[in-house]
């Protein structure tokens, strides 16, 4: 976020991971993440210093005036990281998104059932698994 190094970050996801698979294109690559990047800002699940220090892109993202891969390409490098959740969320991400894959099967399901390079993100493309990724967290949470 501000070019420091940063200690004790997990890393989630990388564009660099997914690229190469997706022809390059950056768009693409960074798609699935920044789905689930934009309904984590507009759920509110993000840490209290991630949206202090970039209040004005955040808050874009939640008017839908930026999506979550164009926020991911410029202010996370990329990356979706520990430090941009805060800690009850992180554990839901490992879970959910990192450990179970279970985000990938819904991602498949929901948005790309021929494959996950298929469409940049868009806001309809958000609407089609924000509830998924509400009922989700809900169960999760629930459970805890």
Request: charged letters at 25%; a negative charge.
């Amino acid at each position: 976020m501000d070019g420091m190094p940063r200690l004790n970050v997990r890393k989630y996801d990388d564009l660099e991971w997914h690229v190469e698979d997706a022809g390059n294109d950056r768009q693409l690559a960074c798609a699935h993440m920044g789905v689930f990047l934009a309904w984590a800002l507009i759920e509110g699940h993000t840490s209290t210093e991630f949206d202090a220090e970039l209040s004005t892109p955040v808050e874009a993202v939640r008017s839908r005036r930026m999506s979550g891969t164009e926020f991911l390409l410029k202010y996370c490098d990329g990356k979706l990281t520990s430090d941009c959740f805060g800690p009850a969320f992180n554990r839901f991400v490992k879970g959910y998104y990192e450990g179970s894959s279970q985000y990938f099967a819904d991602y498949g399901e929901v948005i790309a059932p021929h494959g996950a390079y298929e469409d940049v993100e868009t806001w309809e493309l958000y609407e089609r698994i924000a509830g998924t990724l509400s009922a989700r967290f809900e169960s999760w949470h629930g459970g805890r």
